[in-house]
T-cell receptor
């Protein structure tokens, strides 16, 4: 997971709370993305960015916001947490969306 | 039909066995194919990257792509207990494959190699 850091590693939220998952990279890659991984569902793309100032929705964007003001950082915001957002969240980076994607270590989120 | 299908396993083999992992897909525009390995409670890491059809070998790992059958495989020779992990296939069609060109992942196959 070199080059990609995610904080926090673990988080427990109550329904309705908001929070921001942080993702930072030091590889100067343009492409950054957020996935969630659930048992039996695999990795599903939430949001992605092809460069600073550019973001777009993936397969499961509802309930999440992103912004990309710098190349290095790509935070994921949960606006009003729901139990359905209990999951493991991974940030990934790549030179482009088609190149090798480097994944962060993940954030384990539980919403009660 | 889902775009990428992968048998979740679990698959258990003895040490030294040849392992075959497979994915099928439905989108004929896919041309970038990857295999990721994910250890428990870790992020995925890239094992193999293949463009279009053919074979690619890296040490004990061989990736095969058969676009005519829409079928990709990962072979692990002389499997080791350290190969015990979940293996994820991923693919994309670039600008022509839908999903805005982003990778689409299979659900992963859990492999256990017994000493």
């Amino acid at each position: 997971n070199a080059g990609v850091t995610q904080t926090p590693k673990f988080q427990v939220l109550k329904t309705g709370q908001s929070m921001t998952l942080q993702c930072a990279q030091d590889m100067n890659h343009e492409y950054m993305s957020w996935y969630r991984q659930d048992p039996g569902m695999g990795l599903r793309l939430i949001h992605y960015s092809v460069g600073a100032g550019i973001t777009d929705q993936g397969e499961v964007p509802n309930g999440y916001n992103v912004s990309r003001s710098t190349t290095e950082d790509f935070p994921l915001r949960l606006l009003s947490a729901a139990p359905s957002q209990t999951s493991v969240y991974f940030c990934a980076i790549g030179r482009t969306r088609l190149d090798e994607q480097y994944f962060g270590p993940g954030t384990r989120l539980t919403v009660t | 039909q889902k775009e990428v299908e992968q048998d979740p396993g679990p698959l258990s083999v003895p040490e030294g066995a040849i392992v075959s992992l497979n994915c099928t897909y439905s989108n004929s525009a896919f041309q970038y194919f990857m295999w990721y390995r994910q250890y428990s409670r870790k992020g995925p890491e890239l094992l193999m990257y293949t463009y279009s059809s053919g074979n690619k070998e890296d040490g004990r790992f061989t990736a095969q792509v058969d676009k005519s059958s829409k079928y990709i495989s990962l072979f692990i020779r002389d499997s080791q207990p350290s190969d015990s992990a979940t293996y994820l296939c991923a693919m994309s069609g670039g600008n022509y494959g839908g999903s805005q060109g982003n990778l689409i992942f299979g659900k992963g196959t859990k492999l256990s190699v017994k000493p």
